[in-house]
């Protein structure tokens, strides 16, 4: 593996080569387990985001969903967290936590105060889901990059 500041290149990543170049992993980062991980999340999507190159709009979005996927963790799941970002042919954010407990996608009601976050990452990204780990789950999301794409479908 090649490590050059918090941004590595697997072996395995170099074989997933795409107009960009080969694919590009920042992370995996520790995030601390408290509300402050959330704020925390969203500067780091911003600085990959931004030494990636990527339009201001796509980081946002991405740092919206990466939040709302950190707050999920926070509140629904178990230490460690981690977030790792991940850039290809598309960018692919993933928070993992302790918890083997799936994600739930629910219908939040007009007056609910929650419940809306996976609605969220659902509506504004790509495709999203989840894997089974050895230890806990990952929740990831994909955003679609191109000249021509502002990070959504």
Request: glycine share 10%; aromatic share 6%; net charge negative.
């Amino acid at each position: 593996m090649i490590k050059m500041r918090d941004i590595s290149v697997d072996d395995q990543d170099l074989e997933d080569s795409t107009r960009f170049g080969p694919a590009v992993t920042a992370g995996p980062w520790a995030m601390p387990w408290s509300l402050t991980a959330c704020g925390l999340a969203r500067e780091m999507v911003s600085d990959a985001f931004a030494g990636w190159g990527l339009p201001r709009n796509t980081q946002c979005v991405a740092g919206l969903l990466v939040s709302e996927l950190v707050g999920n963790a926070l509140r629904h799941g178990r230490p460690p967290v981690r977030l790792t970002l991940r850039r290809a042919s598309d960018l692919r954010c993933l928070v993992s936590d302790g918890s083997p407990k799936p994600p739930q996608l629910i219908v939040a009601g007009p007056d609910d105060e929650c419940g809306r976050g996976l609605e969220l990452v659902a509506t504004l990204s790509a495709r999203w889901g989840w894997d089974q780990e050895r230890v806990g789950k990952s929740v990831w999301f994909d955003l679609r990059t191109g000249d021509d794409t502002e990070g959504t479908r």
